[in-house]
């Protein structure tokens, strides 16, 4: 199975994909942003920087999609909507143009023609204390003091993340809505597995 994970910052993306990984024995694809160069600089000068940075940071996950491209069993931290939905964020929020945000989706519509669909996307859904509370216990010291923008991104990162879906025709059944309360919780981690073997095995039975 090639499986991605998506949700907004803080939502468990990381830990949920370990997990999977381990579960499941496949390659794990981590998400470089984290510790990309260019973090620091969107968080600084977010207006100024954030076209050149969002497309650093999905040009680094391009490549590591690309080496594993033949590889069918993978868990991906992330996928490659990732930057479209912050893409469609920033561009509501004012800090990227209508002309920027066409250019990003020229950019990733061109470089998903080189990459395999996934067989499922794993949408990590959290309710906004969670995503603060994750956010904060973490304790990266680049996300401090960055509330009122993670307010925004995360009251907008589902509508924008179903706008991208419809987009770009994915269809419900590729898609997994998942509220999480503890993934560390053994019975929750099992109800997971449960769900997304369910959902594999009747996309497999109907051919998709």
Same mark, same amino acid.
């Given at each position: 199975?090639?499986?991605?994970?998506?949700?907004?910052?803080?939502?468990?993306?990381?830990?949920?994909?370990?997990?999977?990984?381990?579960?499941?024995?496949?390659?794990?694809?981590?998400?470089?942003?984290?510790?990309?160069?260019?973090?620091?600089?969107?968080?600084?000068?977010?207006?100024?920087?954030?076209?050149?940075?969002?497309?650093?940071?999905?040009?680094?996950?391009?490549?590591?999609?690309?080496?594993?491209?033949?590889?069918?069993?993978?868990?991906?931290?992330?996928?490659?909507?990732?930057?479209?939905?912050?893409?469609?964020?920033?561009?509501?929020?004012?800090?990227?143009?209508? +002309?920027?945000?066409?250019?990003? @989706?020229? =950019?990733? /519509?061109?470089?998903?023609?080189? *990459? !395999?669909?996934? %067989?499922?996307?794993?949408?990590?859904?959290?309710?906004?204390?969670?995503?603060?509370?994750?956010?904060?216990?973490?304790?990266?010291?680049?996300?401090?003091?960055?509330?009122?923008?993670?307010?925004?991104?995360?009251?907008?990162?589902?509508?924008?993340? +179903?706008?991208?879906?419809?987009? @770009?025709? =994915?269809? /419900?059944?590729?898609?997994?809505? *998942? !509220?999480?309360? %503890?993934?560390?919780?053994?019975?929750?981690?099992?109800?997971?597995?449960?769900?997304?073997?369910?959902?594999?095995?009747?996309?497999?039975?109907?051919?998709?």
């Amino acid at each position: 199975m090639r499986i991605g994970i998506i949700g907004p910052t803080g939502a468990g993306k990381s830990l949920l994909s370990q997990k999977l990984a381990d579960y499941y024995h496949y390659t794990l694809i981590e998400e470089p942003v984290a510790k990309s160069p260019f973090l620091p600089i969107f968080y600084n000068q977010k207006t100024e920087m954030c076209f050149i940075a969002q497309n650093a940071f999905y040009s680094d996950l391009f490549l590591l999609f690309y080496d594993q491209r033949n590889n069918p069993d993978v868990i991906c931290d992330s996928t490659m909507l990732s930057n479209l939905v912050f893409c469609e964020i920033m561009r509501l929020e004012g800090m990227m143009t209508c +002309r920027q945000a066409a250019l990003t @989706y020229a =950019i990733a /519509d061109n470089d998903m023609r080189h *990459l !395999p669909e996934l %067989d499922l996307t794993v949408v990590v859904e959290r309710t906004n204390a969670q995503l603060f509370a994750n956010v904060y216990k973490r304790g990266r010291d680049i996300e401090q003091g960055q509330e009122d923008y993670l307010t925004f991104h995360n009251a907008n990162y589902y509508p924008a993340l +179903r706008r991208i879906f419809h987009h @770009y025709h =994915i269809g /419900d059944e590729k898609v997994l809505w *998942l !509220p999480i309360r %503890d993934m560390e919780d053994p019975e929750e981690f099992a109800s997971i597995i449960q769900r997304i073997e369910e959902r594999v095995q009747s996309n497999q039975k109907a051919g998709k």
